[in-house]
T-cell receptor, first 113, second 113 residues
Framework: NAGVTQTPKFRVLKTGQSMTLLCAQD?????MYWYRQDPGMGLRLIHY???????AKGEVPDGYNVSRLKKQNFLLGLESAAPSQTSVYFC????????????FGEGSRLTVL | KQEVTQIPAALSVPEGENLVLNCSFT??????LQWFRQDPGKGLTSLLL?????REQTSGRLNASLDKSSGRSTLYIAASQPGDSATYLC????????????FGQGTRLTINP
């Protein structure tokens, strides 16, 4: 059982380049989330999705776009990367119940030079 | 706006000791509270999930309590072991259109052999 899988795990970008992070879950979960984790800031919600074809903004959405074309996949895009987007990105999923447990991927470390 | 605080930021204790990690939150309107463990360079693993109607949850040597009225939760670790060394994060679940977690910044725990 793979759970939540993120690709790539590491990436180095130059300022202004674009890239997409892929999150895939095999648990048939409805809700999916993208968080970023920075030293001293904890985890902050970027965007989330409550089901296939839906997306919504979280706490820090600027500079990111997302898509949920298939239920099992949630993509996070950076159109024009900035050094401030250097971070570790985590994807998570949950069945959708308010009583549910959140499952996390292992993270994607992004460095923007 | 919900804010979650964890004190202390770091804790170092000798092996075998019992210890308590603290988590406080500002808004008592939560659905649940989760404690997570994060090892260096890894994702988050859910340890315990306490529903808002519950007072505590136990798993092995771990016991988590929740006092919604005072906005506090504690994670008790009995008979600590070096393998317990990790960062422990708490997160409260809020509903604003969809279930979302607000995280504390974590407590970095070191158990010395």
């Amino acid at each position: 059982n793979a759970g939540v899988t993120q690709t790539p795990k590491f990436r180095v970008l130059k300022t202004g380049q674009s890239m997409t992070l892929l999150c895939a879950q095999d648990m048939n979960h409805e809700y999916m989330y993208w968080y970023r984790q920075d030293p001293g800031m904890g985890l902050r919600l970027i965007h989330y999705s409550v089901g296939e074809g839906t997306t919504a903004k979280g706490e820090v959405p600027d500079g990111y776009n997302v898509s949920r074309l298939k239920k099992q996949n949630f993509l996070l895009g950076l159109e024009s990367a900035a050094p401030s987007q250097t971070s570790v990105y985590f994807c998570a999923s949950i069945q959708g119940s308010s009583t549910g447990e959140l499952f996390f991927g292992e993270g994607s470390r992004l460095t923007v030079l | 706006k919900q804010e979650v605080t964890q004190i202390p930021a770091a804790l170092s204790v000798p092996e075998g000791e019992n210890l308590v990690l603290n988590c406080s939150f500002t808004d008592s309107a939560i659905y649940n509270l989760q404690w997570f463990r994060q090892d260096p360079g890894k994702g988050l693993t859910s340890l315990l999930l306490i529903q808002s109607s519950q007072r505590e949850q136990t798993s092995g040597r771990l016991n988590a309590s929740l006092d919604k009225s005072s906005g506090r939760s504690t994670l008790y670790i009995a008979a600590s072991q070096p393998g317990d060394s990790a960062t422990y994060l708490c997160a409260v679940s809020i509903i604003q259109g969809a279930q979302k977690l607000v995280f504390g910044q974590g407590t970095r725990l070191t158990i010395n052999p």
